[in-house]
């Protein structure tokens, strides 16, 4: 297989979502986090709205705890093995 072949197989999207104004953006997901939409309404409304289970957010508690509180976040199980090495992993099994 040539590598213009495979560059079209899996060729790479931009990662969805944004980080918003520098300060302000993470301040809205800081409010939206712990009061307006609460933990499992924030990712379940960015899931909706990139439509994907990866996309880029501020992750709380932000500007005035985090010095840089932007994340990609990863939400499934199908995602994480894609973008990290799993053979890495350490796996503890639990009796």
Same mark, same amino acid.
């Given at each position: 297989m040539s590598p213009s072949e495979e560059q079209?197989?899996?060729?790479?999207k931009p990662i969805p979502g944004d980080y918003g104004l520098p300060f302000?953006?993470?301040?809205? +997901?800081?409010?939206d986090y712990f009061?307006?939409?609460?933990k499992d309404e924030f990712?379940?409304?960015?899931?909706? @709205?990139?439509e994907s289970t990866v996309f880029k957010t501020n992750m709380p508690p932000g500007p005035f705890i985090a010095r840089n509180p @932007?994340?990609?976040?990863?939400l499934d199980a199908i995602s994480f093995p894609v973008l990290f +090495?799993?053979? @890495?992993v350490e796996k503890i099994q639990r009796s």
């Open positions: 079209s197989e899996f060729s790479l302000f953006g993470a301040i809205r +997901d800081r409010l009061y307006n939409q609460g990712f379940s409304a960015r899931i909706q @709205k990139y @932007k994340v990609i976040a990863v +090495d799993t053979s @890495k």
